[in-house]
């Protein structure tokens, strides 16, 4: 074969598109000419460009039919999650609507509830306050008869042994000024208002009274919790004490200041006044000991006692030991029978003896 190259920049021909370009010009009846390299050259790029428009037309016809069908396939899944919400919506309406019903149910019953113990509250404060009241009216009931009584022992006095009036009236304020106040002429340095209080981290839990059947406990509602500090108080009346679970119980009381403890004081409310009609909450036996500080875990015994629940409400108990302490702890170890709860309503240190009876 020979080489059909004008030069080296040009492409080459074959002999078969050059015997079909003779052809075309036989038939045509045309006078056939020589063909160029030039010629050669277009025929290859016509071909070649109809080769590229034809491939990129079936390429986009593919990619349009491809996307047609992820269009159909989308709506069709949406359509699907649209119908499974809103069944879903239609199941969940359902069963919530009796559920929110009962809540509602439930919030107004609790509401209500509520609303009756709040009254109940009401209704003891009110009868609370009526009780001091009636208490403060006995008290003053038996200061005048007691008076009168003076009065009339002393009319006869004077009548029999011609005692004097002044003498009459400084006998008779003496007993008034008795009356008025404390057997307990001593200090207290148990006192709270002086400084004294409670550690809580030696302290056995409150015993907490339920005033409801209805189960509030869950949110600490129609309960009563009395805290221990009321027994380093005066206020001693039916209901006003620290009551702790069980016969047995603890207390660490910080003192007014550091003493050598001669003597301890605890009083409870009479039988008398008790609403319950008795007083086996009270404390029976108990012990007492003397501490260096509030993390002294073994302390000094200063000794062991029993309070008498058909005694004096108020009992004086004389402690042994010379040392000076800081801090007094008492230990409950029995009461007078209640299982459920023990009742301390004052509790009270001296470092004098009084003048009243000493156990």
């Known amino acids: ?67 047609k069908k992820l269009i159909k396939v989308m709506i069709g899944t949406s359509v699907v999650l649209m119908l499974l919400l809103f069944g879903y919506w239609i199941m969940s309406s359902n069963l919530m609507m009796p559920f929110n019903f009962q809540r509602e149910l439930e919030t107004e019953k609790n509401s209500e509830e509520l609303t009756f113990l709040l009254g109940e509250i009401q209704l003891l404060l009110q009868q609370l306050v009526k009780l001091k009241e009636d208490i403060a009216t006995v008290e003053n009931n038996i200061k005048d008869f007691v008076i009168q009584t003076i009065e009339i022992k002393m009319q006869n006095a004077q009548a029999a042994e011609m005692i004097s009036k002044q003498k009459l009236r400084k006998m008779l304020s003496i007993i008034l000024k008795k009356i008025a106040e404390d057997h307990v002429q001593v200090a207290d340095y148990a006192l709270k208002s002086s400084g004294a209080r409670i550690v809580l981290a030696r302290t056995s839990n409150s015993f907490t009274r339920a005033f409801s059947s209805f189960p509030w406990h869950y949110f600490n509602l129609g309960k009563y919790k009395s805290h221990p500090d009321s027994i380093l108080q005066p206020d001693v009346y039916p209901g006003n004490c620290w009551a702790f679970p069980g016969s047995q119980g603890e207390t660490v009381i910080q003192l007014v200041a550091t003493i050598k403890p001669k003597a301890v004081t605890i009083q409870h409310i009479p039988k008398a006044i008790s609403p319950t009609g008795h007083i086996r909450s009270a404390p029976r036996e108990f012990a007492i000991y003397g501490l260096k500080d509030q993390y002294d875990f073994e302390g000094t015994l200063l000794g062991r006692f029993t309070y008498d629940a058909y005694g004096d409400p108020i009992q004086t108990f004389h402690l042994k030991g010379e040392g000076s302490f800081g801090y007094i702890q008492l230990k409950v170890l029995s009461n007078w029978g209640n299982k459920e709860y023990t009742s301390l309503y004052r509790v009270r240190v001296h470092k004098e003896m009084p003048n009243s009876i000493i156990t």
Not at 45 to 57: L, Y
């Open 1 to 67: 074969m020979k080489s059909r190259y004008r030069d080296r920049n040009q492409t080459p021909v074959s002999e078969g598109q050059v015997g079909s370009t003779r052809s075309l010009h036989e038939k045509s009846g045309r006078k056939q000419r020589p063909i160029t390299t030039t010629d050669q050259g277009q025929l290859i790029s016509n071909h070649m460009s109809t080769f590229h428009i034809f491939g990129i037309r079936d390429i986009l016809a593919h990619i349009t039919a491809i996307m």
